[in-house]
């Protein structure tokens, strides 16, 4: 049984950061592409970045390309996204999910999700 945990996240001020942690239990996410997406009050979830599983690569959504920052520590089984400069439209609830391409394509299992809320 996989588990993804997310945390980290919270209220924050426009213009603020936050980093988000994913810890995963159950299976080594060492050999696979890991994503974070979100989803906005009253849209659909989105891709927001990915890594791939060495995280000698990442791809990220334009509309967060420059603010955000995806990383993976694959000896404590665990995905980050750093988020600076934040705007309230990243407010949303965010998701880790392990992928089967380091682009974030074919997600395979979901986190429960961390609440992000950006305060103008």
């Known amino acids: 049984q996989v588990q993804l945990v997310e945390s980290g996240g919270g209220l924050v001020q426009a213009g603020g950061s936050l980093r988000l942690s994913c810890a995963a239990s159950g299976r080594t996410i060492a050999s696979y592409g890991m994503a974070w997406f979100r989803q906005a009050p009253g849209k659909e979830r989105a891709f927001v970045a990915a890594?791939?599983?060495?995280?000698?690569?990442?791809y990220y959504a334009d509309s967060v390309k420059g603010r955000f920052t995806i990383s993976r520590d694959n000896g404590k089984n665990t995905v980050y996204l750093q988020i600076d400069s934040l705007k309230s439209e990243d407010t949303a609830v965010y998701y880790c999910?392990?992928?089967?391409?380091?682009?974030?394509?074919?997600?395979?299992?979901w986190g429960q999700g961390a609440q992000v809320t950006v305060s103008s």
């Open positions: 999910a392990i992928v089967r391409t380091a682009t974030g394509s074919g997600p395979i299992y």
């Open positions: 890594v791939a599983w060495s995280g000698g690569s990442t």
